[in-house]
């Protein structure tokens, strides 16, 4: 007997023999899933319905994902393909065609997005590119500076934070093309060893500049060291080698500081017996300025003295004590006392200048011939004065008033 007349009454998608062997429906025939012997045809029909319906789960998981996104359109793609192997002559009962059907639309959703997202890989990839060559941009240019000008300590922060920014997107951005990788990473490295030969050098050199200006200010400290026994006397020679110090260049701040230590204290030491001698002298001036401020209130006098003679005499002996007390310290004070007796002496002179002026005979002889001038124009014009006023012309008349005012005054003058 065939399976068709042995068989037990069908369902839509399946049926079972009488010896257990399930069948499935496609298109207009039907296709052996299996058999299930041990059972009873219903039995035996859910067991097939079941993995039917594991298969359609997959396939709505798979609209799910497609429909949510996240996933990648060739992830999703390689999943429908493996799918569709396994619903094509699935040992399953159920509408495997509706499945297919199904697939086939998640398939042609893909396709787009599929070349939607490589388009937009091809766009990240080039960003990617475009972000690694201005890492590779910033290290070609700091590679590019004139060492002598570069902050060094600055310099290597950034190009150490360069370099981490290059690990850092090539672990997070897009892969780039592996010659495209390549070339820029063997851009940046090159300009990461030059940016390092550059900074061994210019050290290299530094350090030689160092140890020249740090041989140079031992010299110049140990022969200031040697000033200090002369005390104030090596202060002269201590200003040269000064000059020398501040020409000498750096030697490194440690040993700046250091040697600069040595070089100051003596200097100090020799200024510091500048200071001594000076306190000195200005303990020993005490006496000498009270002597002096002394002498000043004694001059001050000669100002009320009208005997010119006599403040002339009384100034010259003051003048005479003051050279006799000789200089006093500190120089400000000096300079301060000499400044006031000299202003005395000033009023003085001053005073004895008009007084030699007033009595000088050349003087006074011209002086009257100028005053008998005056006292002739004098009554000349006042007999103009009268005939103007008499004729009644009051216009001549106060015009040679003003010049009668003006020859008075000059009188006065002369005559004073």
Avoid: C
Avoid at 53 to 73: K, M, N, P
Avoid at 227 to 238: H, K, N, R, S, T
């Amino acid at each position: 007997m065939s399976s068709e007349t042995a068989s037990t009454p069908e369902n839509a998608w399946g049926r079972v023999d009488d010896d257990g062997t399930v069948h499935v429906r496609e298109g207009d025939g039907w296709r052996v899933v299996g058999q299930f012997p041990d059972g009873s045809p219903d039995e035996a029909l859910a067991y097939f319905e079941r993995k039917y319906t594991d298969l359609a789960d997959r396939v709505a998981l798979l609209e799910q994902r497609q429909r949510r996104g996240g996933a990648s359109a060739s992830d999703l793609t390689a999943a429908a393909r493996h799918l569709r192997d396994d619903v094509t002559g699935a040992s399953a009962v159920g509408d495997l065609a509706a499945l297919t059907t199904r697939i086939d639309a998640i398939d042609a959703q893909l396709v787009q997005a599929t070349a939607e997202q490589t388009a937009a890989a091809k766009e990240a990839v080039a960003a990617a590119a475009a972000e690694r060559e201005a890492l590779v941009e910033k290290a070609e240019a700091l590679a590019a500076r004139d060492p002598r000008t570069v902050q060094w300590k600055q310099a290597s922060q950034e190009m150490t934070d360069l370099f981490a920014a290059w690990q850092a997107h090539q672990q997070d951005a897009p892969r780039l093309p592996k010659s495209q990788a390549q070339a820029l990473w063997k851009r940046f490295r090159d300009a990461r060893t030059k940016v390092d030969k550059n900074r061994r050098e210019f050290f290299a050199e530094l350090d030689e500049v160092h140890k020249a200006a740090r041989e140079q200010k031992t010299r110049l400290a140990e022969r200031a060291e040697a000033l200090v026994p002369q005390g104030e006397d090596g202060i002269p020679a201590y200003r040269g080698l000064l000059d020398q110090w501040k020409a000498a260049g750096r030697a490194g701040k440690k040993a700046d500081d250091a040697l600069w230590a040595r070089f100051k204290a003596a200097g100090d030491a020799l200024y510091g017996a500048r200071a001594e001698r000076d306190a000195a002298e200005i303990a020993e001036s005490e006496p000498k300025i009270a002597a002096k401020q002394a002498l000043l209130d004694e001059a001050r006098a000669v100002e009320d003295e009208r005997d010119l003679a006599a403040a002339r005499a009384t100034l010259t002996g003051v003048q005479r004590r003051w050279d006799e007390i000789g200089r006093v310290a500190p120089r400000e004070k000096d300079r301060a006392l000499d400044d006031a007796l000299r202003k005395i002496e000033q009023g003085l002179r001053s005073r004895e200048d008009v007084d030699w002026k007033r009595n000088n005979p050349e003087t006074k002889a011209r002086a009257g011939d100028m005053a008998r001038q005056l006292t002739d124009a004098i009554a000349k014009l006042e007999d103009e004065v009268d005939r103007a006023e008499s004729s009644g012309d009051s216009r001549k008349a106060a015009r040679l008033k003003d010049e009668l005012a003006t020859r008075r005054s000059w009188l006065s003058v002369v005559d004073s």
